[in-house]
């Protein structure tokens, strides 16, 4: 048993040609002084845009954790998560199957990944963040010292963006134009109700295993589009918990790069919207616990003419979102128990150095 269980969700394609921006630690002078180091140590000789992760939680100064590494297609990078076997305490396993994943790679299936890092996690506090990350080393430490205070850590989050579309600062972030045509954001905290919960960038936070159990984990009904989950988890989440939030003095850093294959959500579904047609918008939610109920005909008809009179088309597997199966994750995780090295309905455990 440790105390933490890092969750790392993997389930997109890299735009290979962004590799060679970051290699080496090139241009790590645009970095703040405090990741330096960490930062060019991490990027050395990468041939995957999930190595720097790695690399910056094996420097990790608290050593009690697990890395859960959910990846759809998990022997893409089994050998580069084998040379890291020795100084991680490390599991790779493959998503549990979801209907999504027969309809293409582009589309995203986020709540499903993380659901999967859940029933495979075995510390007292999950931390979760995307996979192109650098992790300060004092970072994993100091949200397991807060856990011990009850209260849930949220990191500030930084990120080096590549040829961004925007620039302007926002609600949520702050812009600052660096070199090379490199936008620095910074995460803006909003703890209003209604707000999302979680607002750092690529979703980094941190929940107890009994409260993520308690909420039955991240609503699987939003697959399929790429937004809108952390802030209907967060939302669902203050209603059963008195655990208060602090934002971490040490940082999480996310590296801009591309991903291929990306269904854009104003096609897919626009979660934000979708979650008022479900009854989970506006704030307090209806239902606390997710993925034990189905959205209706009536509720996904009614939303999908919203959707074709303000974007002007849909994807054609929109009514698939009806087909979500139900489960409670504390039943799958007792399968898991009992199936060692899992199965298509749980993930299969593909390595683990534990």
Aim: with cysteine; charged share 30%.
């Amino acid at each position: 048993m440790v105390k933490v269980s890092v969750i790392i969700k993997t389930n997109r394609t890299d735009a290979n040609t962004d590799i060679s921006f970051w290699k080496n630690g090139k241009h790590s002078e645009i970095v703040e002084d405090e990741i330096r180091e960490i930062w060019q140590e991490s990027f050395r000789n990468i041939s995957s845009f999930i190595e720097p992760t790695l690399r910056s939680l094996a420097l990790s100064k608290f050593q009690d954790f697990e890395l859960v590494l959910v990846h759809r297609h998990p022997q893409e990078i089994l050998d580069i998560v084998r040379k890291y076997g020795e100084n991680l305490k490390l599991k790779l396993v493959s998503e549990k199957h979801s209907i999504w994943h027969d309809l293409g790679s582009e589309y995203c299936t986020i709540s499903n990944a993380i659901n999967t890092g859940i029933i495979w996690a075995d510390g007292e506090l999950l931390i979760s963040a995307d996979d192109c990350s650098i992790w300060h080393s004092e970072l994993i430490g100091e949200m397991w010292k807060l856990w011990q205070n009850r209260y849930y850590g949220i990191p500030k989050a930084v990120k080096y963006v590549l040829n961004p579309q925007k620039t302007e600062t926002d609600r949520w972030h702050e812009r600052t134009q660096l070199k090379y045509g490199v936008i620095k954001e910074e995460t803006l905290y909003q703890y209003k109700p209604g707000d999302y919960w979680m607002p750092t960038y690529g979703y980094c936070f941190s929940v107890s295993l009994s409260d993520a159990l308690a909420i039955n984990g991240f609503d699987e009904s939003l697959d399929g589009a790429m937004h809108g989950e952390d802030g209907d988890f967060g939302e669902r989440l203050t209603r059963i918990t008195n655990v208060l939030r602090r934002i971490t003095k040490s940082k999480i850093y996310f590296f801009g790069h591309n991903y291929k294959n990306v269904r854009d959500y104003r096609l897919v579904r626009d979660n934000r919207k979708f979650k008022e047609f479900i009854g989970q918008r506006p704030y307090p939610p209806k239902r606390i616990r997710a993925n034990t109920w189905r959205p209706t005909k009536e509720q996904c008809e009614a939303y999908k003419q919203w959707h074709l009179k303000t974007y002007g088309e849909i994807d054609p597997n929109f009514d698939k979102c009806m087909e979500v199966r139900t489960f409670l994750l504390k039943n799958l995780r007792r399968r898991r128990i009992k199936e060692r090295y899992g199965s298509k309905l749980l993930g299969r455990l593909v390595y683990s150095s534990c």
